[in-house]
């Protein structure tokens, strides 16, 4: 729609060098909803509760001593450490609505997935978180929406580092719960999908 501004993307991809998996949501929130500087900064989001849950038997794990935000440097040392990548399906969007909702969220620009996974030869694996995300790499990749919990698969149009030889190299696109408290599933039942997306992929 005219008239309203597009908002370009605040973050630069979290791309480690030994990333096996690409985690992408849609798009971050307005920077008053941010509790850090990284992604899914909103303290109401649940991913990285979901991430403790997982790995530490513990949602509070990555939250700080004041209870009031997400330990930005102790996340980034963990999912340096896992090989786990991150960044979003939209390199600029505009607000329909003032709210964070996938559902009011006009993608203006999708991300070059593409180039994201050559800068990651080591992945194997997307996981989007989300509908809208789901719909946006599907576009973007060319493969099948995946039912949620489930993949499909998918070869990018390039080779990752030009490499000829890895021309037929299968993807796998994860479809995952949204850890925003809008998706109507407990906690404990959205950690028990990644679980097993995680375990699938051979991080946990």
């Known amino acids: 729609m005219e ?9 630069q991809p979290f ?23 990284f992604f899914y900064p909103n303290f109401n989001n649940d991913m990285w509760r979901i991430f403790g ?14 209870g009031k935000h997400f330990d930005r440097e102790k996340i980034m040392q ?6 786990i ?7 600029s969007v505009r607000r329909l609505r003032d709210n964070a909702s996938d559902k009011f969220l006009e993608i ?16 194997r694996a997307v996981a989007v978180t989300g509908q809208k995300a789901a719909e946006t790499a599907a576009g973007v990749l060319e493969c099948e929406i995946p039912s949620p919990g489930h993949y499909s698969v998918f070869r990018p149009a390039q080779s990752p580092a030009g490499n000829q030889s890895d021309a037929d190299r299968i993807y796998r696109l994860w ?6 408290r809008a998706y109507p599933l407990s906690l404990d039942r959205k950690a028990e999908a990644y679980r097993l997306m995680f375990a699938s992929e051979n991080i946990l």
């Not at 990333?19 to 798009?27: E, I, N, P, V």
Request: charged content about 25%; aromatic content about 8%.
């Open 108 to 123: 203006v620009r999708p991300s070059d997935l593409e180039s994201l996974l050559r800068a990651i030869p080591e992945c």
């Open 175 to 180: 479809r995952m719960p949204s850890s925003s």
């Open 3 to 11: 008239g309203l501004a597009v908002e370009k993307h605040p973050l």
């Open 78 to 83: 963990f999912c340096s450490r896992k090989g």
């Open 85 to 91: 990548a991150l960044y979003d399906t939209a390199e």
């Open 53 to 66: 849950l997982i790995f530490f038997n513990d949602r509070n794990v990555f939250v700080t001593g004041d």
């Open 15 to 37: 791309l480690p060098g030994n990333a096996r998996l690409l985690m992408l949501g849609s798009f971050p929130p307005k920077k008053e909803r941010w509790s850090m500087d």
